[in-house]
């Protein structure tokens, strides 16, 4: 059965810390790997790998895909209050019908000013 | 639209209430997902049009589910006869063909009493 596992499952930290969030993956004839970040209700997109090896970057945040490990990390520089939110991982497989995205439990971060 | 919209944005309902939920996704967007997220935990996939067609419904916990997409567009989630367990942020997103990326609206949360 295909399956995304992300940790920690909740992390607390001061504005100005570093985090890195794991996400591994178990998916057949895996396509692609996505990040996504949810306040309130609403996931929002952040990135989406499908290389492994090759970093992607936008403003603080990053993340690469290793492909021989089936695992991805997010990292945030210099957290402020605003990253306080649920970070998703999300794999997806090659064939079938469907197109649909294997969510991981989310990761709960929490940045104390 | 801009984005993806759902309403109600909360529904409280009584057991043994039927119930339908509504998604109206991104203007020509052909793909269209119904998730279900329980508290705490990430999105489940429940089902999956492309246009019209319901491609795959293998996540539709139980016949008392159904979900319909008439005209391509606009969605409708139904319940049936609703259970506690059913209480749930019901999330719909959309996306371009191929659909790697998926656009998410704001939910519905659904709380059965």
């Known amino acids: 059965e295909d399956k995304v596992v992300q940790s920690p499952l909740s992390l607390v930290v001061h504005e100005g810390d570093t985090v890195t969030l794991n996400c591994s993956y178990e998916v057949t004839n895996f396509r692609s790997l996505l990040w996504y970040k949810q306040e309130k209700k609403a996931p929002t997109f952040l990135f989406m790998l499908?290389?492994?090896?090759i970093e992607k970057k936008s403003g603080r945040l990053s993340s690469i895909l290793d492909k021989k490990e089936l695992s991805s990390i997010l990292n945030i520089t210099a957290t402020q209050t605003g990253d306080s939110a649920i970070y998703l991982c999300a794999a997806k497989g090659y064939g079938g019908a469907t197109n649909k995205l294997i969510f991981g439990t989310g990761t709960l971060l929490a940045v104390q000013p | 639209g801009a984005g993806v919209s759902q309403s109600p944005r909360y529904k409280v309902a009584k057991r043994g209430q039927d119930v339908a939920l509504r998604c109206d996704p991104i203007s020509g967007h052909v793909s269209l997902f119904w998730y279900q997220q329980a508290l705490g935990q990430g999105p489940e996939f429940l089902t999956y049009?492309?246009?019209?067609?319901?491609?795959?419904k293998s996540g539709l916990p139980s016949d008392r589910f159904f979900a319909e997409r008439p005209e391509g567009s606009v969605s409708t989630l139904k319940i049936q006869r609703t259970q506690q367990e059913d209480s749930a942020v019901y999330l719909c997103a959309s996306s371009r063909p191929p659909g790697e990326k998926l656009f998410f609206g704001s939910g519905t949360q659904l709380s059965v009493l």
């Open positions: 499908t290389s492994s090896g």
């Open positions: 049009f492309q246009n019209e067609a319901q491609l795959d």
